[in-house]
């Protein structure tokens, strides 16, 4: 009697699984595919379904060098669900592999918009053995600035500004290595803030914070939080590096982002008058009025005649009541 073949999408997505698992790539690629057709069949739309059977299919192209199909089919994933991690890395892998770095470069960004501790990512874009230290620049880095001089961070397409919904997002999607995922992050955000920055990483930090500082007295906020990262990324001491990229957050409206640089800021030097004001106007926005009064209460009793922090104060008061 011949094997039953799975009819439904939820079996012919597990088969596919399991066949990736076993590394019979092409079989995989073949039932993702068959899913997608029988999931378009019935009309319905379920598009995160769709979008992880994309990326999935995407996987196996990619694990047999097929890149361009590969790239077709993560573009298709993330038209679906804008900003979902795993299509993003998969095409940067697929053009990095094809040797497209700018569009390789973007897509890593734009994932580190999303979770700044991923670790592909960061080694995408720069070697962390020590980071800023450009004998240790990643393959795609040198060949961006041997191509493009040094002047290539301006000749790469837009780098697309992720919304605070999107930012969270990886950790509900549906992923058979969310576990390996989080794993990865936890242990990469400990050995970030474990690191002691050298000499030569807190000047370049220092260099990149003022070069954001420059570029927010130009208005254009989102090259400047770029800079602020990249200077986090080198050293993660300085108090008013997260304090500076979270006025930024507060012009894009990304109220939680400003909220946790100005937390940050606060670890660093809980007397930041900045970080205390910026975080009550974040909370204000986000109608947490008893954070942002409290934010302003101790901001008060450090600069008792800050004029802006006692105007707040009474906006914030007015909704208290």
Same mark, same amino acid.
């Given at each position: 009697? +011949? ?21 019979? #790539? ?8 068959? @899913? /997608?057709?029988?999931?378009? @069949? ?49 095409? @940067?892998?697929?053009?990095? +592999?094809?040797?497209? #770095? ?9 994932? /580190?918009?999303?979770?700044? *501790? ?52 990886? *950790? ?12 990865? %992050? ?28 420059? /570029? ?23 108090? +008013?590096?997260?304090?500076?990229? =979270? ?26 008058? %900045?970080?205390?004001?910026?975080? =009550? ?35 914030? %008061?007015?909704?208290?009541?």
């Amino acid at each position: 009697m +011949a094997p039953k073949f799975p009819d439904s999408v939820e079996e012919l997505r597990a088969a596919g699984n399991e066949s990736f698992r076993n590394g019979q #790539y092409a079989e995989a690629s073949a039932l993702y595919g068959r @899913a /997608l057709r029988v999931l378009q @069949a019935q009309g319905s739309s379920d598009p995160e379904e769709e979008s992880v059977l994309y990326s999935n299919r995407a996987a196996c192209h990619l694990k047999d060098g097929n890149c361009r199909d590969c790239i077709k089919d993560c573009t298709s994933a993330l038209a679906l669900v804008p900003f979902s991690i795993k299509p993003l890395l998969r095409r @940067a892998s697929a053009y990095e +592999a094809l040797e497209k #770095y700018p569009m390789a470069y973007v897509d890593y960004k734009t994932v /580190l918009q999303i979770d700044d *501790n991923v670790t592909s990512a960061v080694e995408g874009i720069n070697s962390w053995k020590p980071p800023c230290n450009p004998a240790f620049f990643s393959r795609m880095t040198r060949a961006l600035m041997d191509s493009l001089g040094p002047e290539w961070r301006l000749k790469l397409p837009s780098i697309p500004l992720v919304p605070v919904s999107a930012q969270k997002r990886w *950790n509900s999607l549906p992923s058979e290595n969310h576990k390996e995922m989080a794993k990865s %992050k936890s242990k990469e955000t400990t050995a970030t803030k474990n690191r002691v920055p050298s000499a030569g990483d807190v000047e370049k930090a220092r260099v990149l914070k003022e070069e954001g500082n420059e /570029l927010v007295k130009k208005g254009n906020h989102k090259k400047a939080i770029e800079k602020y990262s990249e200077s986090l990324l080198c050293s993660n001491l300085e108090s +008013a590096t997260y304090s500076n990229r =979270a006025l930024c957050y507060l012009v894009l409206k990304q109220y939680t982002e400003a909220v946790k640089d100005c937390t940050e800021a606060l670890k660093l030097d809980g007397k930041n008058v %900045k970080a205390f004001y910026r975080r =009550a106007q974040a909370h204000k926005a986000l109608k947490d009025y008893k954070s942002s009064f409290a934010d302003i209460s101790n901001l008060l009793q450090i600069e008792p005649r800050n004029g802006p922090a006692q105007k707040l104060r009474q906006e914030v %008061k007015q909704n208290l009541h």
